[in-house]
């Protein structure tokens, strides 16, 4: 149980073009999702926590008009990287959990960004 | 704040041999989880480990355990029998419950990258 899905799994693309990101929860209910960013070796850095229902929380630093984050229903939130260029790239993950604080964070298994 | 220190970045070790990697962490809370996630070459993240501050006995999973000492912020996560395919990163997070449920964040350590020898 506790499947979260990502997708896609890999994707390129051209400077200046807009891309979206999937994070899909299973078999549970997810109220809460949290989208991360990671550069090789390095750990995960938290972009944006996302309620069901409510605006997404932006961590310092994290551009709100950049990377769109979208969470309509409890199996599903997206994150759309806006008007991409290269140091856009990187691997992004999501992770969701139920409301319930004692319950663990699940992980997709992540999207690889290029953009050319 | 909360911060979570990581201070080795890499360690390796002989298959079959037993690996200790450290964490420390700095909270001024009381009630909080420290969980150790592991992240092999397809990154796909893993989670190994969960304790509760609460708890004073030492979560184990099969060939993993972990050394939590409370008053000195430390927890350490030990692998018993290493095997090739704990090949990994590994990270070490903190996490304060919020009231609210929906607010309690992972604070990552910045990870550990071990390799098992065959």
């Known amino acids: 149980g506790a499947v979260v899905s990502q997708h896609p799994s890999w994707v390129i693309c051209k400077s200046g073009t807009s891309v979206k990101i999937e994070c899909r929860s299973l078999?549970?209910?997810?109220?809460?999702m949290f989208w991360y960013r990671q550069f090789p070796k390095q750990s995960l850095m938290l972009m944006a926590t996302?309620?069901?229902?409510?605006?997404?929380?932006?961590e310092q630093g994290v551009e709100k008009d950049k990377f769109l984050i979208n969470h309509a229903s409890l199996t599903l939130s997206t994150l759309t990287v806006t008007s991409a260029h290269p140091e856009d790239s990187s691997f992004y993950i999501c992770?969701?959990?139920?409301?319930?604080?004692?319950?663990?964070?699940?992980f997709g298994d992540g999207t690889r960004l290029s953009i050319l | 704040a909360q911060t979570v220190t990581q201070s080795q970045p890499e360690m390796s070790v002989q298959e079959a041999e037993t690996v200790t990697l450290s964490c420390t962490y700095d909270?001024?809370?009381?009630?909080?989880?420290l969980f150790w996630y592991k992240q092999p070459p397809s990154r796909q993240m893993i989670l190994v480990i969960r304790?509760?501050?609460?708890?004073?006995q030492n979560a184990t999973e099969n060939r993993f355990s972990v050394n939590f000492q409370k008053a000195a912020k430390s927890f350490s996560l030990k692998i018993s029998d290493s095997q090739l395919g704990d090949t990994a990163m590994y990270f070490c997070?903190?996490?304060?419950?919020?009231?609210?449920?929906?607010?309690?964040?992972?604070?990552f350590g910045k990870g550990i990258t071990l390799s098992v020898r065959p």
């Open positions: 909270t001024s809370e009381n009630n909080y989880y």
């Open positions: 997070a903190f996490m304060k419950p919020h009231r609210t449920g929906a607010n309690s964040k992972l604070t």
């Open positions: 078999d549970f209910q997810a109220t809460t």
């Open positions: 996302s309620n069901e229902g409510s605006k997404a929380t932006y």
């Open positions: 304790q509760e501050a609460y708890k004073q």
């Open positions: 992770s969701a959990r139920t409301g319930a604080t004692n319950q663990p964070q699940h």
